[in-house]
């Protein structure tokens, strides 16, 4: 794939640090589902979308799956639930990928904003059938807040691959 220009030359990812994300993640999400409110983001979801799009090989649907059941595990909810609304979004998230990367960190959540509402709209479908439970107003702030948490994501965990700004005569590029 050719670069846009203008754009820095990343290392390869550590596969370590994909999956350290992926488990501080979880524990970060399982940590805002104690505290029970329903509007704050879901840190796994913008996680998984970020390595999805920037490491399709590596993390895709079965990741989305694995972590959607430790969620439902974790949460008691309809077993499958999340796995449901992560594994379709990282479904969108491995088609868009291509076309993600090449809008400037700071237009892409306009791109993955659909994507964040789509996770959202799966699993308050899934409750609305199982629970008979509506979706309240204050959850429909969860997919703006992943949205707008987007270029703070990306900066964090693109933060390890980023070339070092000096030159040096040993390096080549």
């Known amino acids: 794939m050719i670069m846009p220009a203008g754009r820095p030359l990343l290392l390869p990812v550590n596969p370590r640090f994909i999956v350290a994300t992926l488990f501080l993640a979880l524990l970060l999400n399982m940590l805002l589902g104690l505290m029970g409110q329903n509007w704050l983001p879901d840190v796994l979801a913008m996680v998984l979308v970020f390595w999805t799009i920037h490491q399709p090989r590596r993390v895709g649907m079965f990741t989305a799956f694995v972590l959607g059941v430790a969620m439902d595990v974790h949460a008691s909810a309809l077993l499958g639930q999340h796995a449901l609304a992560y594994v379709g979004m990282s479904y969108l998230a491995s088609m868009m ?32 059938v199982t629970h008979d439970a509506w979706p309240q107003w204050p959850q429909l702030l969860a997919p703006l807040l992943q949205t707008a948490l987007w270029p703070v994501c990306s900066h964090v965990l693109l933060a390890p691959q980023r070339r070092p700004v000096e030159r040096d005569d040993i390096r080549p590029l």
Do not use: C, M, N, T
């Open 97 to 128: 990928h291509r076309r993600v990367l090449w809008f400037p960190v700071r237009e892409q959540p306009l791109q993955l904003l659909p994507l964040f509402v789509a996770a959202g709209v799966i699993a308050w479908l899934v409750r609305l």
